[in-house]
């Protein structure tokens, strides 16, 4: 199994910083790459597909990056709707792992 | 519009089973993989299994394999998951989500909780 490491576990930021999270794959997963937000009491939200396409509706101060193993997620300016647990996932292979979350704060 | 409505969750004893479903409405249902995805109580999203558009291929987490099926019903635009020898670790939110493009689950439902307890 493809196993999927993101880091930090938690994050503080403030309003209008620029926040970066990282997922590492144990294999190649080629651009298999998405990232979801998660609010509680909600369900997960697609952000980026193919490791760096935007899904429709989401703002484009969301941007995906990265190939193979290393793959990085970019908030350029963050809103306060935006403080919530982004989780990536890989699709190249079942089981389509998650990794662990990243919890973004408020500083 | 597409809509991912599940249901079927409950209390269940440990060693019981349960059957949740997700009705699906707004697009071409056997066009599209289908997935369960859980997430336990202050944990993580933990993907469960999928199945193909028609049902004939499926694939499961290790943790689950052999005790949970999935199946689709294509006149009912459902999608189910039958959970058996269920243990307290399957406590969670029962996620059901459509895949799209590059394996990414574009659609979810709002989730039914399913507590496995005596």
């Known amino acids: 199994d493809i196993q999927m490491t993101q880091s930090p576990s938690s994050l503080s930021a403030s309003v209008g910083d620029r926040v970066t999270i990282t997922c590492r794959a144990s294999?190649?997963?080629?651009?298999?790459l998405n990232w979801y937000q998660e609010k509680p009491g909600t369900a997960p939200k697609l952000l980026i597909y193919?490791?760096?396409s935007l899904q429709s509706g989401v703002p484009p101060r969301f941007s995906g990056s990265g190939s193979g193993t290393d793959f990085t997620l970019t908030i350029s300016s963050l809103q306060p709707e935006d403080f919530a647990t982004y989780y990536c996932?890989?699709?190249?292979?079942?089981?389509?792992?998650f990794g662990q979350g990243t919890k973004l704060e408020i500083k | 519009e597409v809509q991912l409505v599940e249901s079927g969750g409950g209390l269940v004893q440990p060693g019981g089973s349960l059957r949740i479903s997700c009705a699906a409405s707004?697009?071409?249902?056997?066009?599209?993989?289908m997935h369960w995805v859980r997430q336990a109580p202050g944990k993580g999203l933990v993907w469960v299994s999928r199945?193909?558009?028609?049902?004939?291929?499926?694939n499961y987490a290790d943790s689950v394999k052999g005790r949970f099926t999935i199946s689709r019903d294509s006149a009912k635009n459902t999608l189910y998951l039958q959970l058996n020898s269920l243990r307290a670790e399957d406590t969670a939110v029962y996620f059901c989500?459509?895949?799209?493009?590059?394996?990414?689950?574009?659609?979810w439902g709002q989730g039914t909780l399913v507590t496995v307890s005596s």
């Open positions: 193919a490791a760096s």
């Open positions: 989500a459509r895949e799209a493009d590059y394996g990414a689950n574009d659609y």
């Open positions: 996932q890989q699709s190249y292979s079942a089981p389509c792992t």
């Open positions: 199945i193909n558009g028609d049902g004939s291929g499926t």
């Open positions: 707004g697009f071409t249902f056997n066009g599209y993989w």
């Open positions: 294999q190649s997963i080629s651009n298999y």
